[in-house]
């Protein structure tokens, strides 16, 4: 396997197509837009035409960033079902892929993995390093640049040094590296524009290729897919009726062994 960098964008703000959209043109590579459905053409945000040109002309991605951009870990199950399935209906409506999700905020659980598992191909969250191995393909991580920077760390995480470590460290491993990007954080200021552009230039001089997470994912084959349930008729009541029916009868049958 072969290390490779992604660039995902959150949000679908105007940042993307002022600051994103002229530097990977001029790149000739393209980025990642997680849009949330219901932003589009909303002050701020970039509209249906916008998005389109990204993707059709320059071969950007489109992704999920859920409905209303809502920690959906908070959410009833229904509620995740919706923001889920309702944010891919309406990009695809719109003429977009959406086959993979960004969560909000990077938030996600067991619940959440398992109903994105029905509609996307991926799910990616927030921090960690690169994906390495047999790794989730709905918890893919990701390294800040431009905003966010991790704080955790003994370290300068807002330097061109950094991001440069980062992918070294990547070919080492082999790993499928994925930057983070909030192009319209005012932290994204015209010194973290030089770094993104750097660290582009950087990538393509080593031979790293910047795929879409479509094709990352199409070259990771070894991706767990330990989200993706099992595909059931319905709108999944049979599948908890069965859970709560197996539930049922362990506790009789502990029950039973303690008498």
């Not at 094709?215 to 349930?229: F, I, Q, V, W």
Request: charged letters at 25%.
């Amino acid at each position: 396997m072969e290390a490779m960098v992604t660039f995902v964008s959150d949000d679908g703000a105007q940042e993307d197509w002022t600051k994103l959209m002229p530097l990977f043109r001029q790149a000739g590579v393209p980025c990642v837009v997680a849009i949330t459905s219901r932003q589009v053409g909303q002050a701020g945000y970039m509209g249906k035409e916008q998005i389109a040109y990204l993707q059709d002309e320059l071969g950007w991605e489109v992704a999920s960033h859920a409905r209303e951009h809502v920690n959906l870990t908070e959410l009833s199950e229904a509620r995740m079902e919706e923001e889920c399935r309702g944010s891919q209906e309406e990009l695809r409506a719109l003429g977009f892929g959406a086959q993979a999700i960004v969560y909000p905020y990077g938030r996600n659980n067991a619940r959440v993995r398992s109903i994105a598992g029905r509609y996307y191909d991926a799910g990616i969250e927030v921090g960690g390093g690169g994906n390495t191995g047999r790794a989730d393909r709905y918890r893919l991580q990701r390294v800040a640049l431009g905003s966010y920077f991790d704080s955790r760390l003994p370290l300068a995480t807002n330097r061109i040094a950094y991001y440069k470590a980062r992918v070294d460290e990547a070919v080492r491993a082999r790993a499928w590296l994925i930057f983070m990007l909030h192009p319209a954080e005012r932290s994204h200021d015209g010194e973290q524009q030089r770094h993104l552009r750097e660290t582009i230039r950087y990538v393509q001089a080593i031979g790293v290729p910047i795929v879409t997470v479509r094709e990352g994912l199409s070259r990771r084959a070894d991706l767990s897919m330990r989200a993706r349930p099992r595909r059931l008729p319905g709108n999944g009541v049979l599948l908890r009726s069965i859970r709560r029916l197996v539930g049922l009868k362990f506790v009789w049958f502990y029950f039973m062994r303690c008498k």
